[in-house]
T-cell receptor
Framework: GEDVEQSLFLSVREGDSSVINCTYT??????LYWYKQEPGAGLQLLTY?????DMKQDQRLTVLLNKKDKHLSLRIADTQTGDSAIYFC????????????FGSGTRLQVQP | DVKVTQSSRYLVKRTGEKVFLECVQD?????MFWYRQDPGLGLRLIYF???????EKGDIPEGYSVSREKKERFSLILESASTNQTSMYLC?????????FGQGTRLTVV
């Protein structure tokens, strides 16, 4: 079945860049997502990328997609303490009917 | 802004009780989902619905049912709550690419 994998933990210093990586197995994935979850809260949609794109940039966030290797990354520039959270990668194989499949989440810890 | 609202942030129920978790969205989205989130396991799909009165099982439907009588509302039902259903429950709605989540309901079954 479909599988999405992420590393569990990343620690960076404030002001550095963070790079969170994700791999997925479903070659029919149409959209790939990054969500942020702060303690006790729901998931906040950060950004998503369509599978025919290689890169998407949105302010401090850069998403890179290597479709050949089924690898997705999220780069956060100038990481702040407020970026400390769990980041989830997800994929979806079509444009609306199917559910998102999530990775286990990467906990980002930002040290002052 | 899209709003997905779950009726309760925290719930404590007793083993064997019938439990209803309610979710309402205000953006006329066709697709709605229920996930549960457990430490180290990420989000697992329980049920989803792509239209009124339509539902499909997700990866872990056992012990749950759902109801979608109106487009904006998707209810998750625990027919007879058990302690292994203690979890964070997250509702989501989606149209085209973007999927939005509610704030979550932390359910404890004692």
């Amino acid at each position: 079945g479909e599988d999405v994998e992420q590393s569990l933990f990343l620690s960076v210093r404030e002001g550095d860049s963070s790079v969170i990586n994700c791999t997925y197995t479903d070659s029919s994935s149409t959209y790939l997502y990054w969500y942020k979850q702060e303690p006790g809260a729901g998931l906040q949609l950060l950004t998503y990328i369509f599978s025919n794109m290689d890169m998407k940039q949105d302010q401090r966030l850069t998403v890179l997609l290597n479709k050949k290797d089924k690898h997705l990354s999220l780069r956060i520039a100038d990481t702040q303490t407020g970026d400390s959270a769990i980041y989830f990668c997800a994929d979806s194989p079509d444009t609306g009917r199917r559910a998102l499949t999530f990775g286990s989440g990467t906990r980002l810890q930002v040290q002052p | 802004d899209v709003k997905v609202t779950q009726s309760s942030r925290y719930l404590v129920k007793r083993t064997g009780e019938k439990v209803f978790l309610e979710c309402v969205q205000d953006m006329d989205h066709e697709n709605m989902f229920w996930y549960r989130q457990d430490p180290g396991l990420g989000l697992r799909l329980i049920y989803f619905s792509y239209d009124v009165k339509m539902k499909e099982k997700g990866d872990i439907p056992e012990g749950y049912s759902v109801s979608r009588e109106k487009k904006e509302r998707f209810s998750l039902i625990l027919e007879s709550a058990s302690t292994n259903q203690t979890s964070m429950y997250l509702c989501a709605s989606r149209k085209l690419a973007e999927a939005f989540f509610g704030q979550g309901t932390r359910l404890t079954v004692v």
